[in-house]
DNA sequence: TGAATCTGTGAAATCGATTACAAATGTAAA
DNA sequence: TTTACATTTGTAATCGATTTCACAGATTCA
């Protein structure tokens, strides 16, 4: 069933079939009439693909995500999805696996016109090759930043949320604090130990490298890195983790040894995933506001893709620092 | 750039240059490298969206996950991506949210030959709408089947899990045992009550209705449902959920008022996720072949696209019961 | 009434590829 | 040197839509 059919069905021109389907202005109320009964009559649909050759446009937004196994993008991708379907997008969604043959691969669905932009959790590429290709396509950075590269960003104020986290720690008391970190999500870890860095620093306290492991982001590797940490001659007590599942890691590995999570030693993870609040003990946490972070993404790549020379903006949301009992509270 | 520029710059024409993009036979050695030449030069890329007009095929299979807050879906999805990209096929994600308003909407993909075939991995389909899809499409489904529904699927057998998980906490001396289910995911879920119900039957046990509840899939209805078993007159010394989050939940609740997990009550959980490797206790549950339920799924639906009329497959794989402490051992 | 303007419609070009078919060339056999 | 046949190559149709442009008929204005 094509277009020619329907035209033929109703005795008009495929034009004609077409201003119809399109709202179009200008076709007399009884063709148009006579259009749409055969439309519903043979359930009619358009073809995509035809359509999208002619127009060279898709009205679909791609999603990359580097992952599949964080929760974390669920909420993200629900904000995502509403607001782009308010403008009459679609979503489709692929995994890169933080491979940038895979990321590149995706991209190209861009210069086929299968896409009409992209909303990046993460990308893999370096700043040089993202700068070529938001020249030509409207491309977005949601959570992460790739550093030089000038793309329009929602994101949290990474750095600020470490600095209040460790703030909160020696408000309460602590003089040594530790670090888990990573080496996945540059701009996020990068900024997140930086915050660390200034909190102890401004508040007079020595920082020292030494104090932040580099973990995967696996909950093993927390646990080997915690280990590191207590068996540092001055061992923290207290420790800052980039993600919730290296926080559980480090709780796992505290508990096993028996150190009292909450008193003896105190975490602090990031994203407040659901299982910081059925973890024994519950998480303190940073949160980030997962569903406007998709919202707002969609808005800049739509600003992108009506005007593809609009200034690139760089939107900050507020974070939230949620206390549980893996902190000890004020001393 | 087109294949016209292509052909113009190699002084050929779009056939031969098409020939050459197809590896197909017949083109003279000497003409051949002059167009192969130009593309390198040119960095050109044939136009997906012109090629899958003109040959109503993608080479895409669309991969249809109910939700992105499970990382069950992350190593299926591997699986997946691994066999398909060894057929030369890639992938598109599309989440339904459990809507058969977006599934429906995503299945017009395949009507507009913009997907090959599809893997559901949960359908809100009814039968019918689903057979009359399946008749038109290559559809398979994986870890979720529907009941009356004739297309190919792959999973476990869920029966047999909980029949095997259930007389596991028999034989450790479990006489009254619980069981916290779902209304999510119809197929699995029945069957799994099934298991658990002939597995009491068959040790003599009684079956009751009333030790079963259903939970949406958030830990805290977990929560609220273990306080329900616990507040019966006879309360339960082990429970069976149907997944490992509810597993949480519950062994959340039993610790919250003092019940010792894996001592005064045992909690088996379905599905191994990462995280009952490191709750307190580390959680049993039972584990799915994941990525294999992914490559056969892949293999299914390639068979179907060859060969939309080959007999439809159901694969049982192979599950796991994984011990941890959430269980007692044998009595 | 005739010229000017508007409306509504359809024919045909177009998007970027593939492919059926025809034509041109080359090669081998008679 | 033909003829027959295989090998290469190109022309044009095609996939399913949108859109430009021309044209016919209706309407307005002088």
């Known amino acids: 069933m094509t277009i020619k059919d329907i035209a033929k069905l109703a005795g ?6 077409s201003r119809v389907i399109n709202d179009d202005a200008g076709v007399a109320e009884k063709l148009r009439n006579r259009v749409l009964q055969v439309i519903k009559e043979t359930n009619y649909i358009p073809n995509t693909v035809g359509r999208n050759l002619r127009k060279s446009k898709s009205d679909m937004i791609l999603v990359m995500l580097p992952t599949l196994s964080n929760p974390f993008y669920a909420k993200i991708l629900k904000g995502i999805e509403k607001r782009a379907s308010e403008h009459d997008y679609g979503i489709l969604v692929s995994v890169t696996h933080h491979e940038s043959r895979i990321e590149k691969k995706y991209l190209k669905m861009l210069q086929m016109k299968q896409a009409d932009g ?3 959790l993460f990308s893999t590429l370096i700043a040089e090759e993202l700068n070529d290709l938001a020249g030509k396509y409207p491309i977005v950075q949601c959570c992460e930043y790739t550093e030089g590269a000038h793309l329009p960003y929602v994101m949290i104020d990474n750095k600020k949320a470490a600095y ?3 703030k909160y720690f020696i408000s309460s008391g602590h003089k040594r604090i530790g670090m888990i970190s990573g080496s996945f999500y540059e701009s996020s870890e990068r900024a997140r130990e930086q915050g660390y860095k200034e909190a102890l620093m401004d508040s007079g306290l020595p920082f020292d490298e030494g104090y932040i492991f580099k973990s995967n982001y696996k909950p093993e590797s927390a646990m080997e890195m915690c280990r590191k940490l ?6 923290p007590t207290a420790v800052l983790t980039v993600s ?3 926080a559980i890691g480090a709780i796992k590995y505290l508990k096993s040894v028996g150190v009292e999570v909450g008193k003896d030693m105190d975490v602090i993870g990031f994203d407040n995933a659901s299982i910081t609040r059925v973890y024994d003990p519950t998480i303190s946490t940073v949160s980030q506001p997962r569903y406007d972070l998709g919202t707002v993404s969609v808005d800049l790549v739509i600003e992108k893709i009506n005007n593809l020379s609009t200034v690139n903006k760089g939107i900050i949301l507020p974070h939230e620092l ?4 893996s902190t ?3 001393a």
């Open 12 to 17: 008009v021109s495929v034009a004609t079939v």
């Open 118 to 120: 992209v909303i990046s």
């Open 164 to 166: 209040e986290a460790t």
């Open 230 to 235: 207590l068996d540092m001659p001055e061992p």
């Open 244 to 246: 919730d599942t290296l």
């Open 322 to 325: 949620i206390l549980r009992e």
């Open 328 to 330: 000890r509270g004020e």
